[in-house]
């Protein structure tokens, strides 16, 4: 399997439910980063990770807690989420260099709706 | 502080004909940006980057931008249409982070409609 995967592909969840988002690169990437897609908002980067370290919390609320065990493996943890974070999860890889501008590679998102 | 402005939400042309999708950009100092292409229920993808090299930047499937600083844009172009080019296009504007990757500004994306 090669590129960028992401599971579940949907999933629908209560608010007070406990449920993870799974990412996994098969690029041999370093760097991976979790973004939101909202209707009508623009994307938005939540979390990156570099050699599993986390680099960057772009102030995400702590009702999601990110998990990164190693470079090819990017979790999110979910609990006691509300309706407005229904959106569509992506997330991304890249190289991780420092000081370049990269390519970052997408995977296919997950649809979250919460009831 | 970067950001980016795509000033058509959506976009309707004749297949063969030009496509244009505008973007213009702010930034305090000289940027990276990059074009990405969403098709439905399929990931990101990167179409093209303007990285300080040349301004005249090509791209996959035909398309190209054009960096032009002193009208801070870097409008999308096609010459020519096809149906398969029916789809969401993000203008996303780059800062490189001291802890390694990149941070990526998106735009709030032009959707393309194809039309036969």
């Known amino acids: 399997e090669t590129g960028v995967t992401q599971t579940p592909r949907h999933l629908v969840m209560g608010m007070t439910n406990k449920k993870s988002l799974k990412c996994e690169q098969h690029?041999?990437?370093?760097?991976m980063y979790w973004y939101k897609q909202s209707a009508k908002k623009p994307l938005e980067l939540m979390f990156v990770y570099n050699f599993k370290e986390q680099t960057e919390n772009n102030s995400v609320p702590s009702r999601f807690s990110p998990e990164c065990p190693n470079s090819s493996h990017l979790f999110l943890h979910l609990h006691t989420l509300q309706p407005e974070d229904s959106a569509l999860y992506l997330c991304?890889?890249?190289?991780?260099?420092?000081?370049?501008?990269?390519?970052?590679?997408f995977g296919p998102g997950t649809r979250l709706l919460v009831l | 502080a970067q950001s980016v402005t795509q000033l058509d939400s959506h976009v309707s042309v004749s297949e063969g004909t030009p496509v244009l999708l505008r973007c213009n950009y702010s930034s305090s100092y000289s940027p990276s940006l990059f074009w990405y292409v969403q098709h439905p229920n399929k990931g990101l993808q990167l179409l093209l980057k303007?990285?300080?090299?040349?301004?005249l930047v090509k791209g996959i499937n035909g398309f190209e931008a054009e960096f032009k600083k002193s009208e801070t844009s870097f409008h999308l172009t096609k010459p020519s249409a096809h149906m398969s080019d029916a789809a969401e296009y993000f203008c996303v504007v780059t800062r490189i982070l001291t802890g390694g990757g990149n941070k990526l500004t998106f735009g709030t994306g032009t959707q393309l409609k194809v039309e036969l």
């Open positions: 991304a890889s890249s190289s991780g260099g420092v000081g370049s501008q990269e390519t970052q590679y």
């Open positions: 690029l041999g990437h370093n760097a």
């Open positions: 303007y990285t300080s090299a040349a301004t």
